[in-house]
């Protein structure tokens, strides 16, 4: 859908609880103007809703200035209350194309929430986003216990290209940038991009406890990590 600002099965979800949903061999396709998210299951999943038990497989497509994109959720977010993901998991590949803040991750772009026990397997190609990540593209916390991704892991291929070393920058295994927690959780993604790149994390001003990477990584230009 080329129209609308929240784009999947559910395109925005609030206080919801979904769970034990599977889909297979999707294509979901999105395409924004301004601020907005793509995901397989739920565009963008608000305020104290859950979602568990649940996998999707398929194809995700996004274009946008600021397109949050995920293989489940583009954009899960605490307007008052907390979102959860857990025991789930996103098999297929994903594209992105954007300009700037435009988080695209294995399983969820952008992530102020909680996600638990689950994965992405992923082949992932974006071209002109900064913020790119196996697993998830940009996690913060707007609050204590917010922002916690704990016994999660990637497994896959990211590559992200660019005309600059600002448009395909902070690019992780399992995080592109991290601003909150990673407890017990490893990355087994080759990355390449042109500017900071990680194993793990391509950024990090968060914690990370317990957690790994034994993927590879090709770099074209500088602040490179295992």
């Not at 216990?145 to 016994?151: K, Y």
């Not at 317990?210 to 993927?215: A, E, K, L, R, V």
């Amino acid at each position: 859908n080329t129209t609308v600002k929240h784009v999947g099965l559910f395109g925005y979800a609030i206080n919801t609880t979904i769970n034990k949903v599977h889909l297979w061999n999707v294509y979901v396709e999105g395409s924004t103007t301004g601020e907005g998210s793509v995901g397989g299951l739920v565009g963008a999943f608000d305020d104290n809703g859950t979602i568990s038990n649940s996998s999707v497989h398929g194809n995700i497509t996004s274009k946008g200035i600021t397109a949050y994109t995920g293989g489940l959720a583009g954009w899960i977010w605490d307007n008052k209350l907390t979102p959860r993901i857990y025991n789930s998991s996103f098999t297929g590949n994903i594209s992105g194309v954007g300009t700037a803040g435009a988080g695209v991750g294995g399983l969820v772009g952008w992530s102020d929430g909680i996600i638990n026990y689950s994965f992405a397997d992923i082949k992932l190609n974006s071209t002109n986003n900064p913020d790119v990540g196996g697993l998830v593209g940009i996690n913060i916390a707007s609050k204590a216990n917010n922002g916690i991704i704990d016994n999660s892991y990637s497994l896959g291929n990211v590559s992200v290209a660019g005309t600059g070393e600002s448009s395909a920058t902070r690019i992780g295994g399992l995080v592109g940038d991290n601003y909150a927690n990673i407890i017990h959780s490893y990355s087994a993604i080759n990355v390449s991009g042109i500017s900071a790149i990680g194993g793990l994390v391509g950024n990090n001003v968060g914690n990370i406890s317990n957690s790994y990477s034994c993927g590879g990584y090709l770099n074209t230009n500088s602040k490179v990590g295992g």
